[in-house]
């Protein structure tokens, strides 16, 4: 039985999130908001029927996965090939930053959206093979698990469904954190079925990343 329903879920706040920081591979913790976040989502996600839980290896992501994973008694697997996207150089800059120091380097980011290299760091096209990669190997050893939980970050989610649905917008979509994004899969393909759902969070706070960002 291959796997029919998958939910992305973003990492919660960290304080860098409250102040609009790239965060790249940075091991950066949740904030105790961030751990609020993921503990309110615990306890609406044990009920969805998740039979295995993968997740980034980076701190936020972990810390995130730790705190959902002990409601749902489930071992989670870390793969590195789920990070969030290296920014190299524009580490700890928030965009503003960015397009103010690094004006000639961000535009062409800008323009060469998915073969653009961030000095020190990696190209979009890098996060979508990597991304790609594992999303393959987690279907391939999933076999008789209908429901995959998979805890990775705001680019790595964009590139990924940009590569599984066809129609998915190009400029991609606001993701909040802790934010569960679900797709399914039916007659041969995959479809969105629920995009940043943070109805969890029942009003509590959230960072929404709605602009472009590295």
């Keep these: ?22 965060q790249g591979w940075a091991s950066i913790p949740l904030n105790e908001h961030g751990r609020g976040q993921a503990e309110r ?16 290896d980076l701190r936020r992501a972990k810390q995130t996965t730790e705190i959902i994973a002990s409601k749902l008694s489930i071992d989670p697997i870390y793969d590195s090939r789920l990070r969030e996207r290296n920014v190299g150089q524009w580490q700890g800059l928030t965009l503003g930053e960015i397009r103010e120091w690094c004006t000639e380097e961000y535009e062409q980011f800008r323009e060469r959206v998915n073969q653009f290299q961030i000095p020190g ?5 890098q996060v979508v ?18 429901t995959v939980a998979i805890v990775t970050h705001s680019i ?21 954190n802790i934010s569960v994004t ?19 969070l029942d009003g509590m706070e959230t960072v929404t990343i709605a602009e472009p960002e590295a």
Excluded: C
């Design 156 to 176: 790595a989610i964009r590139t990924l469904l940009s590569e599984l649905i066809p129609e998915y917008p190009s400029g991609g979509m606001p993701l909040s």
């Design 129 to 146: 093979d990597r991304i790609t990669s594992a999303f393959e190997d987690i279907q391939r050893h999933q076999q008789d698990i209908e």
């Design 41 to 56: 989502l615990s306890n609406f996600i044990r009920h969805l029927g998740i039979g295995a839980m993968y997740s980034s």
């Design 1 to 22: 039985m291959p796997i029919k329903r998958v939910l992305f879920i973003r990492p919660g706040e960290t304080g860098w999130n409250k102040i609009g920081r790239q």
């Design 121 to 125: 760091g990696e190209a979009r096209f």
């Design 182 to 200: 679900t797709i399914r899969f039916d007659d041969g393909k995959w479809t969105m079925i629920q995009a940043n759902d943070v109805s969890h």
